[in-house]
């Protein structure tokens, strides 16, 4: 009261303004707060603000969702007006992304939609790998495609793994053989962030990007901690372990050395079917990266990363000494990976940069007594240029070169002449250019247009065109999109359950590359309020298939490969919402619907209709977190829903024929220390959900030794692990601290 008094009687002058955001739109509901007196107000819908004070000096600080704080010192002895500009919260809305237009770009202003996830989102609860990460993206679902030795690939809306790419910092290095191991043992303490386009992205990235585009992205040695180190373990006796240290700071060459180390060697076998319930693995993955210091300030960025994995699954009594043995079942996997990345832009005036990745992928494995031994080699290379011309037009021109080199010991890769198998690798090259160009016609108005031509050296000519339109009204954007795509396929390295000699492979001869053509509409929309700020993101999407490779699973003992005599369709829709409080609480929101689907000609010539399998009709995601600032803890709870998906059964199958709905749901709890540590435990798996015990068909004859015993199988049944859909490690507790210091 006194101070109100005090005031009360001064001479007061009128402190006003608005408030804007870097690009010069007002900001509204912005809180301006003296830190000495208290005083403050609110600024209205279209950031105007207006306070009564007495002469003075003031200290404000202006605060609003989704913006970064501001302090403003104002010398006040008359009636003022100010504007004052504040720079939006790394996190919503203006991340700079590249992954749509290989251009830097403020996902706002792109006319491709891109999703961007950060490395603390993904790391909110503990998992052994970026594949499992992923289960928190909405319309991105991790699938297992073994039952026994547990390797997986990523859904995007519904599709296949094959037809999504994934890069590394831009370069796509994973792919065909690697496509199940690609994403497993990047270390966490590299993440940056995750870019996800959904919808083909072939015109800038080629064969493969049918789905959409996974861009993994590592930490600029410049803004990387000097040391860091993560140590956790589970319930089930899993250790991970991932460091990383910067060496070099300030020299000529830098950078950063990271190591990611996972192993589980406690087998379990709580569904009684004696075979493993989670695949024992021992892996290690060491990743470094150089940044050149040169003197025109360009980039010059390299980095190399090597893998080794050992896992097996099987019977709970197996060993390495029954390794291609028909005593006891097992399924053994040696895995060797190699990869080269690098980025340097050319001491020229234009911005010309010129990248190129190498992998290397040794795959040895037994699956029973199915041996399957394989190689895979893929170059990439790539000159792209960005060009801006006038006020309206900004070029993307490139050039890129493809080579692939397959090898195995299966009858893919050879052919008989007079009567002899004569090993003959498949190796393609792929030439290929594009030229994009994202042309501005109004403020709020741009359209891109892309087209890209290669040269397959078996299949020929491919064209690739892209059409992308955004209007950006004030809060709202809306994009519609088309995009087409192509996919090369190689049976062997994508279909795991053609490996696991449980079936017989059938490949029908010439089989064409898929083809696809996406529509898609997008629409954002942010909604400000006193105490939250709100982004919503919805979308539309169509995509028709063309020579589409389905595996046909009716016969019990085959799977049998050809192109689709009639088409194939995903269709869908998908929302997520972003809410930011005032308070320290977010939340994530996301839902996806979809229907994916064939039309197949029939002997009558009837387009007949059949479900994909392994696919969701609907999807749900959350994350919610609250930060307990006064005492450095924090909670994180993560969850995702399934709905029932078709499986692959066989003639007379007792087991259902789709899978029931299902829910994994997650709880973290950290706490902050001094000097740079952080401890944390939780449950992955609150619900314990795990797929029926008896997944895995005749478990208990997987040599198929009495699959011909009427008593014991009238239905004359053969072992099948194929039918799978998710994992069955249960409820989970785990716990680990983590150290970084910078």
């Given at each position: ?205 080629g064969s493969e990007a049918v789905a959409g585009l996974i861009n993994v992205l590592t930490k600029d040695v410049e803004c990387a901690p000097k040391f860091s180190l993560n140590i956790s373990s589970t319930s089930w006796r899993e250790i991970q372990t991932d460091f990383m240290f910067k060496y070099a700071e300030n020299k000529k060459v830098s950078g950063i050395f990271a190591a990611d180390y996972h192993n589980y060697s406690n087998p379990i076998d709580n569904n009684g079917d004696n075979f493993t319930d989670l695949t024992l693995k021992d892996r290690i993955s060491i990743f ?455």
């Amino acid at each position: 009261m006194l101070l109100f008094l005090n005031f009360s009687y001064s001479q007061q002058f009128k402190f006003s303004g608005v408030i804007l955001d870097e690009k010069g739109n007002s900001v509204p509901y912005v809180n301006l707060v003296d830190s000495i007196s208290l005083l403050g107000t609110s600024a209205d819908y279209d950031g105007n603000f207006e306070l009564l004070l007495v002469k003075g000096s003031y200290d404000f600080k202006l605060s609003s969702v989704g913006f970064a704080d501001e302090f403003i010192n104002v010398e006040l002895n008359s009636d003022t007006n100010f504007i004052f500009k504040l720079k939006r919260a790394e996190g919503f809305l203006e991340e700079v992304v590249i992954s749509g237009t290989l251009s830097e770009i403020s996902k706002r202003e792109s006319p491709i939609p891109i999703e961007v996830y950060s490395a603390n989102y993904l790391n909110k609860v503990p998992v052994p790998g970026l594949l499992e990460a992923t289960q928190n993206i909405n319309g991105v679902r991790p699938q297992l495609n073994c039952a026994v030795c547990n390797t997986g690939d990523i859904h995007i809306n519904g599709m296949e793994g094959p037809y999504t790419m994934v890069t590394i910092d831009g370069m796509p290095i994973v792919g065909g053989l690697s496509s199940v191991y690609g994403l497993q043992g990047i270390p966490n303490s590299l993440l940056q962030r995750v870019e996800v386009v959904k919808g083909p992205a072939s015109t800038l990235y080629g064969s493969e990007a049918v789905a959409g585009l996974i861009n993994v992205l590592t930490k600029d040695v410049e803004c990387a901690p000097k040391f860091s180190l993560n140590i956790s373990s589970t319930s089930w006796r899993e250790i991970q372990t991932d460091f990383m240290f910067k060496y070099a700071e300030n020299k000529k060459v830098s950078g950063i050395f990271a190591a990611d180390y996972h192993n589980y060697s406690n087998p379990i076998d709580n569904n009684g079917d004696n075979f493993t319930d989670l695949t024992l693995k021992d892996r290690i993955s060491i990743f470094n990266k150089w940044s050149v210091n040169r003197k025109d300030k360009k980039k010059s960025i390299f980095s190399a990363r090597y893998l080794y994995e050992d896992r097996w699954g099987g019977e709970m009594q197996w060993n390495n000494s029954f390794r291609a043995g028909d005593s006891i079942y097992g399924e053994s996997i040696f895995t060797n990976r190699a990869e080269l990345i690098g980025k340097h832009e050319l001491p020229i005036k234009e911005n010309i940069v010129l990248g190129g990745s190498f992998s290397y992928h040794g795959h040895d494995s037994r699956y029973g007594l199915v041996k399957y031994v394989a190689n895979q080699q893929i170059a990439f290379g790539q000159l792209v240029w960005n060009k801006k011309l006038g006020k309206s037009h900004n070029l993307v021109n490139g050039l890129a070169v493809r080579y692939s080199f397959y090898d195995d010991n299966t009858p893919v890769t050879s052919v008989l002449e007079n009567g002899t198998q004569i090993n003959e690798p498949n190796k393609w090259l792929l030439p290929g250019l594009f030229c994009q160009d994202n042309v501005t016609l109004s403020k709020k108005m741009n359209i891109l247009l892309g087209s890209r031509l290669d040269y397959h050296s078996i299949h020929g000519l491919i064209i690739s065109p892209r059409l992308n339109w955004k209007w950006s009204p004030s809060s709202y954007v809306f994009r519609v999109g088309y995009g087409n795509g192509f996919r090369v396929v190689n049976v062997f390295s994508e279909d795991h359950a053609a490996l696991t000699g449980a079936r017989d492979v059938i490949v029908s001869e010439g089989l064409n590359p898929e083809k696809s053509n996406n529509l898609n509409l997008n629409i954002e929309k942010t909604i400000f309020t006193p105490w939250t700020k709100i982004s919503l993101d919805a979308s539309l999407f169509y995509t028709y298939f063309s020579n589409k490779i389905i595996p046909n699973y009716s016969n019990d003992s085959q799977i049998r490969y050809s192109n689709l005599n009639g088409y194939g369709v995903s269709r869908g829709v998908s929302l997520n919402a972003k809410f930011i409080f005032n308070i320290p609480l977010s939340i994530n929101l996301g839902t996806t619907l979809l229907d994916v689907y064939s039309m197949q000609l029939n002997e009558e010539a009837t387009l007949i209709k059949e479900k994909q399998l392994f696919t969701e009709p609907y999807s749900c995601t959350w994350s919610c977190s609250y930060d307990f600032k006064r005492v450095g803890m924090t909670i994180d709870y993560t969850g995702n829903l399934y709905g029932p998906m078709h499986l692959p059964i066989v003639e007379n199958d007792f087991r259902l024929p789709q899978s029931s709905p299902f829910s994994i749901m997650n709880i973290k709890i950290a706490k902050d220390f001094d000097k740079g540590f952080n401890v944390y435990a939780g449950i992955r798996n609150l619900l314990n959900f795990t797929p029926p015990a008896n997944s895995i068909l005749r478990a208990h004859d997987p040599f198929d030794k009495y699959v011909d015993d009427e008593l014991d199988n009238p239905n004359n049944y053969s072992f099948d692990p194929s039918y799978i859909y998710t994992s069955f490690q249960g409820i989970t507790f785990f716990g680990g601290i983590k150290y970084v210091f910078n």
